[in-house]
């Protein structure tokens, strides 16, 4: 915007925050094929944020539900350490940091970084701000349990309700745009889920034992 970026970003940031809310984290969604693009000042973008604000410093956050393969650096790395690997290894800059690579071991998951490699691929051609189901779908895990509800005051397509269906949470989407709100309701009539098994009753038999009982279709 006039040769530089906008603060919209920045300026929204402050403004949570004057009114109460805690900026808890910042994600990156790096968009591993992003739109090619040249301009004369800059390059093109491969990542947008995905910011995280709470009410309270305490909150549910799930971080076992989105655990990522270690990967294959660890059969090699792990395969023959070395006597600073078996101990708390203090980095030499004098940061504070250390790692312990023993602790390591025996594991096939770790926590992820806060930089989410997703690509843009999206079954959504009718929305300019579309994003990939599994990008709503890390954060669903990441903050709620099944049975949740999941509120999307953009909802544009759909998407972030779509992801919400599919993990068994519930969802409210809203739009100002009639057009999406139209597009999100045809999006999600297609996502069905079955939670109990229809036709089948039980009742107490003699106060002893319980029976099945199968409804006709016209019963």
Known sequence: MNGERHTYVLELILALRRQGWL???????????????????????????????????????????????????????????????????????????????????????????????LATETGNKNHSASFPLALPAWFIKLFTEEGDWVLDPFVGSGTTCEAAQNLARNSVGIDIKQEYVDLARSRLSSVKLTLFEPGEQYVANNGKSARRLHRSKHS
């Not at 984290?25 to 094929?33: L, P, S």
């Not at 709470?54 to 792990?78: C, H, I, S, Y």
């Not at 023993?102 to 490699?117: F, G, K, M």
């Open 23 to 117: 900026w808890t984290e910042e994600y990156i969604w790096h968009k591993k094929n992003c739109y090619p693009g040249k301009w004369p000042n800059r390059f093109r973008d491969a990542w947008e944020c995905c910011l995280q604000f709470n009410k309270t410093k305490k909150f549910k956050m799930f971080q076992d539900a989105v655990r990522v393969p270690m990967g294959g650096w660890a059969e090699t790395r792990l395969k023959s350490l070395g006597k600073n690997d078996v101990v708390r290894f203090d980095s030499r800059v004098g940061s504070g940091f250390g790692k312990n690579i023993a602790n390591w071991l025996d594991r096939d998951l770790a926590y992820p970084t806060n930089v989410l490699h």
